[in-house]
């Protein structure tokens, strides 16, 4: 996700008593990374990327959350009176638009 930190990289250092962060902050990984000052860490915080995603992705989770509770409502109340075939048509339908 090239990000580091929920703010930033040196949200790590307060947690870690120290200045380094995971070596998965680095911009070029290698092994212990992170614990060369000198090295360029990731600035943007990962609690945006997060954000962004979910932003970008909600369509596609409404989705899956909707298919879920036909399914759940369905097999709850034993009364699926639409074919199979339909149900899968009708998420495909949901998936792309």
Same mark, same amino acid.
Request: charge should be neutral.
């Given at each position: 996700?090239? $990000? @580091?930190?929920? /703010? !930033?990289?040196? %949200?790590?250092?307060?947690?870690?008593?120290?200045?380094?962060?995971? %070596?998965? =902050? @680095?911009?070029?990984?290698?092994?212990? $990374?992170?614990? *060369?000052?000198?090295?360029?860490?990731?600035?943007?915080? =990962?609690?945006?990327?997060?954000?962004?995603? #979910? %932003?970008?992705?909600?369509?596609? #989770?409404?989705?899956?959350?909707?298919? /879920? &509770?036909?399914?759940?409502?369905?097999?709850?109340? *034993?009364?699926? /009176? #639409?074919?199979?075939?339909?149900? #899968?048509?009708? $998420?495909? @339908? &949901? !998936?792309? =638009?």
């Amino acid at each position: 996700w090239k $990000c @580091c930190g929920v /703010i !930033a990289y040196t %949200d790590w250092h307060e947690t870690l008593k120290e200045k380094v962060v995971p %070596d998965r =902050c @680095c911009q070029e990984h290698y092994q212990n $990374c992170g614990r *060369n000052s000198t090295n360029m860490f990731w600035n943007r915080g =990962c609690f945006e990327k997060v954000e962004e995603w #979910l %932003d970008e992705n909600k369509h596609l #989770l409404g989705t899956i959350g909707m298919v /879920i &509770l036909v399914v759940q409502v369905g097999v709850t109340k *034993n009364y699926f /009176i #639409l074919p199979p075939r339909f149900l #899968l048509s009708f $998420c495909i @339908c &949901l !998936a792309t =638009c």
